[in-house]
């Protein structure tokens, strides 16, 4: 049985859930059913016939029997043999389709993530292969999606790190520039700069930048925030040229301690760095700066797609399919 036609349980009215571990388990019940997938979204284009690059036109594929099960569809007017899992996330992989497929069921259903030492306890594969699954996933799968962000964009930056010991609170309570000075460059000298831009109501986007930011910040607004869109951050200097240039530019106060007027403040895009770091200290404790993007790709796609009518595994599933690796 296809696993589209297979009977789910039910699900309870009131429940925000939009795909349950239930219905995963009913639809992907082994690798059979995951590998029958990839070869309905990737090539099937009705009764088994697809289109053979060999011949140059659709011909009827089938999978025949073998003593070992054999993960193809072979053309039967030429023999080409066609393989789903070839040039996907999954090519070469030795860990089953089955276990590929919860990894992202995962990823995708859980608020704060969850970490590889975590899937390794869950699949009883090794470290090593849990932490690859998710790498693959974040970077391949979840990056960035090239959707300009327009009307009214909130930006904002902070710092991604540990929290200072006590020899360094010590240290800040000695400078002559201020205990609160102090804290902060030692926050910019050991933290990882990152920089988020976000509709309200809308996509957010976030990004790991240099040590000296501004460079990158007001390219990455160049190249991804309609001209026309309002823009609100607090009153960094990093955000000084913007109104220079042309953009309609809003300021909050936060050095006076003004944190909302009116329409003007950065509510949203401070919501969501919440998030991130709620998540990240109390699932992954800590992210070396070397793979923190892939970390922020996954918190901002699952943000992105928080609203999605069609639940957010399967738009991964698809992904998966349909990217090349």
């Known amino acids: ?39 309905n979204a990737r090539f099937n284009l009705g009764d088994d016939q697809a289109h053979c690059q060999r011949c140059e ?6 999978r025949y029997t073998a003593k070992q099960q054999r993960q193809d569809w072979t053309c039967t007017a030429c023999g080409l043999h066609v393989h789903p899992t070839a040039g996907t996330i999954f090519h070469k992989s030795s860990t089953s389709l089955h276990l590929w497929f919860y990894a992202m069921y995962i990823m995708a259903s859980t608020r704060c993530g969850i970490s590889a030492k975590q899937l390794e306890r869950e699949l009883g594969v090794t470290y090593k292969t849990a932490w690859r699954m998710f790498t693959k996933i974040r970077n391949q799968l979840m990056g960035p999606e090239s959707t300009a962000l327009s009307g009214h964009v909130e930006m904002d930056e902070t710092y991604m790190g540990g929290k200072p010991r006590n020899s360094d609170k010590a240290e800040f309570s000695k400078s002559p520039a201020g205990r609160q000075s102090a804290a902060i460059k030692w926050s910019h000298d050991k933290k990882v700069p990152v920089f988020g831009m976000v509709e309200r109501k809308g996509r957010v ?20 925030v309609d001209p026309a869109s309002i823009v609100y951050t607090d009153d960094s200097r990093l955000y000084d040229r913007l109104a220079k240039t042309g953009w309609n530019h809003q300021v909050i106060d936060h050095s006076s301690k003004v944190y909302v007027s009116g329409d003007v403040h950065t509510q949203t895009i401070d919501g969501f760095w919440s998030l991130v770091k709620r998540g990240i200290s109390g699932t992954h404790h800590a992210v070396s700066p070397k793979w923190l993007q892939g970390y922020l790709n996954e918190y901002v796609w699952r943000y992105n797609h928080r609203d999605d009518p069609r639940a957010m595994f399967e738009l991964l599933l698809l992904r998966a399919a349909l990217t090349e690796a």
Not at 57 to 62: A, C, L, S, T
Not at 205 to 224: G, N, T
């Open 1 to 39: 049985m296809a696993p589209g036609n297979r009977k789910t349980p039910t699900r309870a009215k009131s429940s925000e859930s939009t795909y349950s571990l239930m219905e995963f388990t009913a639809t992907y019940p082994d690798d059979e059913a995951c590998l029958v997938f990839l070869w």
């Open 57 to 62: 036109e659709i011909r009827p594929f089938k």
């Open 205 to 224: 986007s976030a990004y790991v930048v240099p040590k000296q930011p501004q460079k990158a910040i007001v390219a990455h607004i160049d190249a991804q």
